[in-house]
């Protein structure tokens, strides 16, 4: 048996290419349409990884398609390579053409092996656990809360929680929601924020995925406002037959108003029954902003982290010391 799995992982070898490659050494259109035929999310798209940090993939290359590809998202710092996913990224996956059982083992083994050249997994998520367990990693269940939007509006309405219904039948006299192109209101608000939401690299960030994902029509912005007063705002991505929860914030007055729970009903009532099948609210955080989702009757799913530290005790005492006291140096 192990001796004719040898000569088959030999013979696709032969027929197949994998290569790790750089973000920059991608054919970005050979990878969307990889990420379309295989279904994938949002998150895995090459102007999405792109605008999150730097990346690279493993990739089996097939008569100049990419056949299958799973991304690597990392970081550089201390002359130490890690990998690390951009908080805006909730989930990869494997990316597959079509899943072929000896040629997609081989891939796999190529992508496991090359996950050993790193040190430190410091976050990396997947929503796929086709994967065995990893040598010398940690594999951690986690989760994430999602809506069916192919029920009608009034099927999920009955899906909110006592309270989330009852707060939605006192709706706040004057509030307009409307969709906006102007993202400078919502680094703004989130400026004047006593507590900020988002941290300046973050931000970056938001900027650089609103600039390209503008351009593609794959990202909307809702505001919810009185008068002049912004109240909250919500970014949301398209992509495929999902709409993907990117960011949102909320102001003092707008917690009070319950303007977040407006806005977030507003689009279950858009988009129910449309072209999108689901509303993805992203990972669950262990903090009340999952249980604002869940009052929506949202849906868990899994996802599992892949977590590994085998830095030098050098780099890893330093690092636990400020970890404790807060510094985050991820």
């Not at 989330?164 to 969709?179: F, G, H, V």
């Not at 449309?274 to 993805?280: E, I, N, P, Q, R």
Request: net charge neutral.
């Amino acid at each position: 048996m192990e001796k004719n799995l040898v000569l088959a992982q030999a013979q696709i070898a032969r027929e197949k290419s994998i290569e790790v490659l750089h973000a920059t050494e991608i054919d970005r259109n050979c990878w969307d349409a990889l990420v379309a035929v295989a279904d994938g999310p949002l998150y895995c798209t090459f102007d999405y990884l792109s605008c999150c940090g730097e990346w690279e993939a493993v990739v089996l290359i097939e008569e100049s398609q990419y056949w299958y590809a799973v991304p690597i998202p990392y970081r550089e710092r201390g002359g130490i390579k890690y990998v690390y996913q951009s908080p805006f990224t909730c989930y990869l996956t494997f990316l597959c053409r079509k899943r072929e059982a000896g040629s997609f083992e081989v891939f796999k083994n190529a992508w496991r092996e090359h996950l050993r050249s790193y040190k430190y997994l410091a976050k990396y998520f997947f929503c796929d656990y086709s994967f065995r367990e990893l040598v010398e990693c940690q594999v951690i269940e986690c989760g994430g809360l999602k809506i069916d939007l192919t029920r009608s509006y009034q099927e999920i309405l009955k899906g909110y929680s006592h309270d989330r219904a009852r707060k939605l039948r006192k709706p706040t006299k004057n509030l307009t929601i409307s969709m906006s192109e102007d993202l400078d209101l919502f680094f703004k608000w989130n400026a004047q924020l006593p507590i900020k939401s988002f941290q300046p690299y973050q931000l970056v960030v938001l900027r650089a995925l609103w600039e390209k994902l503008s351009f593609n029509g794959q990202i909307e912005l809702y505001l919810a406002a009185i008068d002049e007063e912004l109240f909250c705002g919500t970014l949301i991505g398209k992509f495929g037959t999902t709409l993907y929860s990117l960011a949102a914030f909320s102001t003092a007055n707008g917690r009070k108003t319950n303007a977040l729970t407006q806005v977030t009903d507003h689009l279950f009532q858009k988009y129910a029954q449309s072209h999108y099948t689901v509303f993805d609210f992203g990972s669950m955080t262990g903090t009340g902003i999952d249980d604002f989702k869940l009052s929506f009757g949202a849906e868990r799913y899994r996802i599992y982290q892949i977590y590994k530290n085998n830095l030098p005790w050098y780099v890893k005492i330093p690092k636990s010391i400020l970890n404790y006291f807060g510094v985050s140096v991820s």
